[in-house]
């Protein structure tokens, strides 16, 4: 009797230990009790113009509800106010001049002493893919390191996605691959210039010999519209239909491309700009009044050719800033979508989710260097262009609606990424994990902006809150503080020059400019590469 106790005491535990191998293996639990990881990347996306941050200039209800029930970081950095150099740094945790990708273009190079996080993910058996919506981050720019699906695709000479054709990809991939361990990452870039919403009505309209033949939204694509002409004369009429601007006598749209795809080489066609149209012969440009006209002269029988245009509305201050807040609220929509599709497959409550800018956007509060108020970014370092949010969601944690006051940068994404995960840091890591800032040396954020995109080299040195900004073509030094001035308006560096800790920052920045411009390597683009920049308005 004794002995049969004992055989019962050593094999019924047998017995539960394999009956719950069973069960998880038939339930498809997952192995990984940490669960998935989704990165958001928002380019270009300002750190306030989300209600969460500045109720006064967007309205975002998702992003919102995400840093309810998350952590929002008030105050996180970029490196560059540029696309790829700035997603570079979340990457590989490394500045763009280490990286040695100071412009779009400039692609980095694969290096087995700093690999990619996302290595990790991929050697650990996770899928791992990534969707973006910008031609400057197609894999050939070196991203795509880890992934095991990169979908870098777009359709002909339209280098961008909508947020609403980038979920349409991400939500096949995510039903196939949701009972899987998975590294997904996701790239909106909606509130990119020209600053038009998708769901926008058009505003143009098309007319051949008095009929409509198209409607279209003008916002840097190329469109190719089918003209079906009679023999003798045609007239083409281009109609925008905005009402921003009530003079008939202003330029109202820009145009790169314009005319018939090779008519030279069509015998008997004459092409004939009329009223309405303005060439600028210094830019290569042509500028449209609301209404223009176009004759084309058919000696020929009838036929049908192509007409190729792409261009952008010349818009009022106040309708750019309208249609930013415009772009970034349809963002925040399809956002609100991708999380409920995590919701309806079961997987909000296994997975992690960052959110976080690339770089930001001036939107007409600093003049450019011909004087005009500047849209866009590239060019500056200031507050508005370097500042981006943040957002981090653990399904896991009982931490929730947490604000962090904290300077942090986007270094830091890479080790927070890992330590959430239980993964080894990189030794090549120059930021540190977010989870834990009571032992965190604040020290100092580096930012730098190069030429060519840029007209000027410029760095900056951030110890919160000031704010250290040198030009080297003009041995100019800004300061600003940006508790009491965060839009930079008040420059105190001949205030506050000989202060021991502004002394110190200088000393810091200038030793390190001079590293970084000694050891800068000048790259070269490709063709291919510098049309696809001009079309996206990188280079003019």
């Known amino acids: 009797m004794k002995r049969k106790q ?5 094999f019924f535990p047998l017995l539960c230990l394999l009956l719950f191998v069973l069960f998880y293996s038939f339930t498809g639990c997952k192995k990984n009790p940490k ?3 989704i990165l958001v990347t928002l380019d270009t996306q300002r750190a306030d113009h989300l209600s969460c941050t500045h109720s006064k200039n967007a309205n975002t209800p998702y992003f919102d509800s995400l840093a309810e029930e998350g952590i929002l970081y008030e105050n996180c950095y970029a490196l560059s106010p540029i696309t790829l150099p700035s997603h570079g740094s979340i990457f590989f945790s490394q500045p763009p001049h280490q990286l040695k990708s100071y412009n779009n273009g400039h692609a980095i190079r694969e290096k087995r002493n700093r690999p990619s996080f996302v290595n990790v993910f991929r050697q650990k058996d996770y899928s791992t893919a990534a969707f973006v919506s910008l031609g400057v981050l197609k894999s050939k720019f070196g991203l795509a390191e880890g992934f095991d699906h990169y979908d870098d695709e777009f359709l002909a000479e339209r280098w961008y996605l909508t947020a609403e054709e980038i979920n349409q990809k991400v939500f096949l991939w995510l ?8 590294f997904l990452w996701i790239h909106y870039s909606d509130p990119h210039e020209p600053y038009y919403p998708p769901d926008s009505p058009a505003d143009l309209r098309l007319f051949l010999n008095g009929k409509l033949i198209g409607e279209y939204d003008l916002n840097k694509t190329l469109y190719q519209a089918d003209i079906e002409l009679i023999s003798g004369k045609n007239n083409l009429t281009f109609e925008l239909q905005d009402n921003f601007i009530k003079d008939s006598s202003l330029l109202r749209a820009r145009f790169e491309i314009l005319g018939i795809e090779e008519w030279e080489d069509h015998k008997g066609i004459d092409v004939d700009f009329g009223q309405g149209w303005i ?15 176009v004759s084309v002269s058919n000696l020929s029988e009838p036929k049908t050719l192509t007409f190729s245009f792409r261009g952008n509305l010349v818009l009022p201050f106040h309708v750019k800033r309208d249609n930013y807040r415009k772009d970034v609220e349809y963002m925040d929509r399809k956002f609100g979508e991708l999380i409920q599709k995590l919701k309806s497959l079961g997987l909000m409550k296994k997975t992690h989710i960052l959110a976080v800018g690339d770089h930001g956007e001036s939107l007409g509060d600093y003049r450019n260097y011909s004087g005009e108020p500047h849209f866009g970014h590239i060019f500056f370092l200031y507050n508005v262009y370097m500042k981006v949010p943040l957002i981090v969601y653990n399904p896991f944690s009982e931490k929730r609606g947490i604000r962090i006051a904290d300077p942090v940068s986007l ?3 890479a080790p927070t990424v890992m330590d959430t995960m239980g993964f080894k840091d990189f030794p090549h890591f120059q930021g540190t994990s977010l989870l834990d800032l ?3 040396d604040s020290g100092f954020i580096f930012q730098e902006t190069f030429k060519p995109q840029a007209i000027r080299n410029k760095f900056a040195l951030l110890e919160y809150p000031f704010h250290l900004i040198f030009t080297p073509d003009s041995g100019k030094y800004e300061l600003y503080d940006l508790e ?3 839009m930079e308006k008040k420059d105190l560096y001949k205030e506050k020059k000989t202060m021991k800790r502004i002394v110190l920052m200088q000393e810091v920045l200038d030793e390190t400019v001079r590293q970084v411009i000694r050891d ?5 683009i490709d063709k291919d590469t510098e049309g696809m920049l001009k079309t996206l308005g990188y280079i003019k």
């Open 6 to 10: 004992k055989i019962n005491s050593v």
């Open 35 to 37: 669960g998935n990881y």
């Open 175 to 182: 039903e196939k691959n949701r009972h899987q361990d998975f």
């Open 279 to 293: 060439f600028k012969q210094e830019n290569d440009s042509v500028f449209l009044k609301p209404k223009g006209m």
């Open 411 to 413: 270094l830091d994404i």
């Open 438 to 440: 009571s032992e965190r």
């Open 484 to 486: 009491t001035d965060p």
């Open 520 to 524: 800068k390597i000048e790259i070269q």
